[in-house]
């Protein structure tokens, strides 16, 4: 976006030959620094950082603390305590707000490395990730059933993967400082394992079988009464998909919110397997647009 603002000004300084008028006309660079702050407020934090390049008095305000406080959730503090676990006053430095947000975009792993949480980057809104490792599977210490194995595919380099059972019950649960709005909790599936041959990603399908004879059931509660809950046929092969769980209302009053989440299929008639858990992740609702499964 730099690119195209910046061309629409012409400074007069950078022009071989003007005439004595042109030579008295104002320059992009010289509107006040705190007069460029107020334009770029209205910007989102991927076109502040772009145009920030465009002269010294771009570049100063886009360090403007109330730019970026716009930019930040409301309970900023208290997400930076949850994910570094010490109080903010006890930070070794004050940060500014552009470095805290740049901070929070970043995929912060705690809880041990079961979870991440991070900003997108283009709306600010909170996005968290729980790992296979963080959540309670039914056979898991069972080599016969299920197996962590590694994989670039996934974000913490790890994924579960179901060979064979009769009984699938994955749990989870987690609180978390998240702010006033309305989020979304999907379940990151595969059928199939992926690997590389000869430099190409492929997958083996041969153990997916018994998912189109009775659907997954994927149920959500929270800690203040809210239950959602959806079921679906798992049936796109080779393919990471999100499967929607369900949907809830953080209140500004929440201080804190508990979410329990679960993906079953526990018709024991007959097996399921070939199935890859990569994580559970929570978006803001707005997001849902961007996925297939919902």
């Known amino acids: 976006m730099g690119a195209n603002f910046s061309s629409i000004f012409v400074d007069p ?20 620094e705190g007069c460029v702050a107020l334009i770029i407020d209205h910007l989102n934090p991927q076109e502040i950082c772009k145009i920030s390049s465009l002269n010294r008095a771009f570049r100063g305000a886009s360090w403007a603390d109330f730019v970026w406080e716009s930019k930040l959730p409301t309970n900023y503090l208290s997400l ?69 194995i590694p994989t670039e595919e996934s974000r913490f380099q790890s994924i579960a993967y179901l060979q064979q059972i009769w009984w699938l019950e994955v749990d989870g649960q987690f609180e978390f400082p998240f702010p006033a709005g309305t989020y979304s909790l999907f379940f ?10 000869f430099g190409r990603r492929v997958c083996n399908t041969e153990h997916v079988h018994g998912w189109d004879i009775k659907p997954v059931r994927f149920q959500l509660w929270t ?9 679906c046929f798992l049936n796109d092969t080779g393919n990471w ?23 079953t299929q526990i018709d024991c008639t007959h097996t399921k397997g070939g199935l890859c858990l990569d994580n559970v992740v929570v978006y803001p609702c707005t997001f849902k647009e961007r996925f297939k499964h919902f």
């Open 13 to 32: 300084n950078s022009l071989s030959v003007q005439s004595s008028s042109c030579q008295n006309n104002p320059s992009l660079g010289d509107l006040p």
């Open 80 to 148: 930076l305590e949850r994910i570094f676990g010490v109080d903010y006053e006890k930070f070794p430095r004050k940060l500014n707000k552009r470095e805290i947000f740049t901070i929070l975009s970043r995929a912060n792993t705690f809880d041990g490395g079961a979870k991440k949480v991070w900003l997108d980057k283009l709306t600010g809104g909170v996005c968290l990730s729980v790992c296979s490792k963080g959540l309670a599977i039914t056979g898991i210490d069972d080599r016969r059933y299920w197996n962590h």
């Open 241 to 263: 998909d999100l499967y929607h769980v369900g949907d809830f209302v953080v209140d500004p009053s929440n201080t804190s919110m508990n979410l329990k989440f679960s993906m």
């Open 223 to 231: 800690s203040d009464g809210q239950y959602a809950s959806s079921q």
């Open 188 to 197: 990151r599936l595969q059928l199939g394992r992926a690997a590389k041959k």
